[in-house]
């Protein structure tokens, strides 16, 4: 069992408990020794749900990477693909088939299609010659992963290119069955509140399988009260803002992936007198981060501004725990010390490895430039100085700074003015093209699309409607004990959540105007519970709401959703589950055309 996914009022092991067994049952199929090729984006979801000592114990020997050519030797009886259903992968595992069958005794193949079965696929493995090699093909639907006691993501990297681009509702339909599968252990969900189009297929969709299926009407004791559906076009802000909460940073800086984060080593590495600094690692440091460690529970959530007291209190702590070993005068006192060492040098062990990334971070919060662009981007978010071309972006263009961090700069602009006026929007462009490359042109093409980055259209002004009606900015901010979502921005209070928090009360009836301004529907459904179910809440028992970011969602937001459910009168503790975890630039990223 993994403690950390228990902790909460919704116990997500039983999720990742039901994806096992689904996982091992398929394993079973394949009797004898096995060797699994793996499309290499699988396997960082793949690592939440399943170490390899399950994978052994069902007598898989090798594992290997999808690459062209042949795969590599190895003496097992079954060979497994465990892919996504995508076309040129198909013509990757037909090479591997084909080197194989020339190269002696004949093994079984069998592919595992994650999270869907496809006939076109299928069909090339056909066209290719191949299709008749494998004994299974079968589709193992991880639709929602556990990453923690609160958090789960479908680490569908493309959902919201999908979904706002190309009109492809497959990510929908995806999120439609992992929010089944999560009624199916935990019980029907009585209400379901929604805003944005996309909120209204998923709903949609729900109902309609719900419908197909009345049959089995599961007789579980509903554990969550309402669902909020929330379109990521909603809210285009919050991602394009810097996350400024202890993890946020971490992934705005260095990228958190399946809860692993890769860190320069020279910071990690013992310092032994005299050796002048020689031999340090040149590995990566690779850490785990999630709630199953204690110091990094306490304060991923914190604005980075008040991690540094937290680190130096328990520096205290644990170094007066230590000492407390020469007051330990009889064999009992002895006996306790020691039975408590193993905690006490984890917890110096976590302290070193987090004071580390803090300095690590400090470097760049500190630097001149990151002083600059966030003093740009709040003045943005405030209002101040949008409406024309902004000097520091001008500068960052004509530094040639990374065109990812002047995109986002230009869409924040464009997102807090609601458009950019048409000279100053054609400015932009031409100089962020005549820097960077006119192969650039489609992916401005797709921030306008996606409505990151638009001209002004006539209209009132909608921003700063919205800003002051749902209170976004926030000027005096207590970074260190917070009484408002906006610490997670040091000063603007992510839409997104502000929503949330509002649905819960006083409800958004509240706030009609703003929900008209905001793009897509807004709707409440009911989900009649059978007889004997419906809930009775007890005095001061918080009510559970999931809710679900179509598109994706940030550590910041995520922050500031685990400070509204901590509030002693919030009334309302969330489980936030998403398409993906992302931040500005991962988000950009997935919206850029490549070039070719």
């Not at 209209?459 to 005096?476: H, V």
Request: with cysteine; net charge neutral; proline share 4%.
């Amino acid at each position: 069992m993994a403690a950390h996914l228990s902790y909460g009022r919704v116990n997500l092991n039983v999720l990742r408990e039901a994806v096992r067994r689904e996982l091992r049952e398929f394993l079973d199929k394949c009797a004898g020794s096995k060797a699994i090729v793996w499309d290499e984006y699988l396997t960082g979801p793949f690592g939440l749900i399943a170490q390899y000592s399950l994978l052994k114990e069902h007598e898989v020997e090798k594992m290997f990477t999808l690459k062209g050519s042949r795969l590599p030797a190895a003496d097992v009886k079954n060979i497994i693909f465990f892919v996504r259903p995508r076309l040129e992968l198909m013509d990757i595992i037909a090479e591997n088939v084909l080197s194989e069958d020339r190269r002696g005794p004949a093994r079984d193949f069998h592919i595992l299609f994650v999270p869907r079965r496809s006939l076109l696929c299928e069909q090339r493995l056909k066209d290719l010659g191949v299709l008749g090699s494998f004994i299974h093909r079968e589709e193992y639907s991880l639709d929602l992963i556990p990453f923690d006691g609160d958090l789960l993501s479908m680490e569908s990297e493309g959902a919201f290119k999908e979904c706002y681009l190309e009109s492809d509702q497959t990510s929908l339909y995806h999120a439609a069955k992992g929010l089944m599968t999560l009624q199916a252990l935990y019980g029907t969900i009585p209400q379901i509140f929604g805003k944005g189009e996309c909120a209204r297929q998923v709903a949609n969709m729900m109902i309609r399988m719900k419908r197909e299926f009345t049959g089995s009407q599961n007789s579980i004791f509903p554990v969550f009260d309402n669902l909020l559906l929330l379109d990521r076009n909603v809210d285009l802000l919050s991602p394009l803002a810097t996350q400024l909460t202890y993890e946020g940073l971490i992934d705005e800086i260095y990228g958190i992936q399946n809860s692993y984060v890769k860190l320069p080593p020279e910071k990690f590495a013992p310092k032994k007198q005299g050796d002048g600094g020689k031999d340090l690692p040149t590995e990566a440091k690779k850490l785990q981060l999630n709630s199953a460690e204690e110091l990094y529970a306490e304060i991923r959530d914190k604005n980075f501004n008040a991690v540094g007291s937290v680190l130096s209190k328990k520096a205290k702590v644990i170094s007066a725990a230590f000492e407390e070993r020469h007051n330990a005068k009889t064999v009992g006192e002895i006996k306790q010390f020691v039975s408590q060492l193993p905690h006490m040098q984890a917890a110096r062990g976590s302290l070193a490895n987090h004071t580390s990334i803090a300095e690590l971070i400090k470097d760049v919060t500190t630097s001149e430039d990151f002083f600059d662009k966030l003093t740009v981007e709040q003045e943005f978010m405030s209002g101040i100085d949008t409406d024309k071309v902004n000097s520091y972006i001008e500068d960052c263009i004509a530094q040639k700074h990374p065109l990812i961090k002047v995109l986002r700069l230009v869409c924040l602009q464009s997102v807090c003015n609601s458009g950019l006026k048409q000279k100053v929007l054609d400015y932009y462009k031409r100089e962020i093209l005549q820097t960077y490359g006119y192969e650039h042109i489609l992916t401005l093409h797709n921030l306008e699309k996606a409505g990151l980055l638009k001209p002004q259209t006539g209209g009132r002004d909608n921003y700063p409607t919205i800003r002051k009606t749902l209170r976004l900015w926030m000027d005096d901010v207590n970074e260190q004990n917070p009484t408002d979502i906006s610490y997670v921005y040091s000063g603007y209070a992510p839409l997104s959540v502000r929503l949330a928090q509002l649905l819960s009360r006083p409800g958004w009836r509240s706030i009609e105007e703003v929900l008209r301004i905001l793009p897509g529907p807004h709707f409440e459904e009911r989900q009649p519970l059978p007889t004997g179910l419906q809930k009775k809440r007890q005095p001061g028992e918080n009510r559970v709401t999931l809710i679900f970011f179509l598109g994706g969602v940030t550590f910041a937001e995520i922050a500031a959703l685990r400070f509204l459910s901590q509030l002693e009168d919030g009334g309302t503790e969330y489980v936030i589950a998403t398409t993906k975890l992302i931040n500005g630039a991962s988000w950009l990223e997935s919206l850029m055309e490549k070039p070719f």
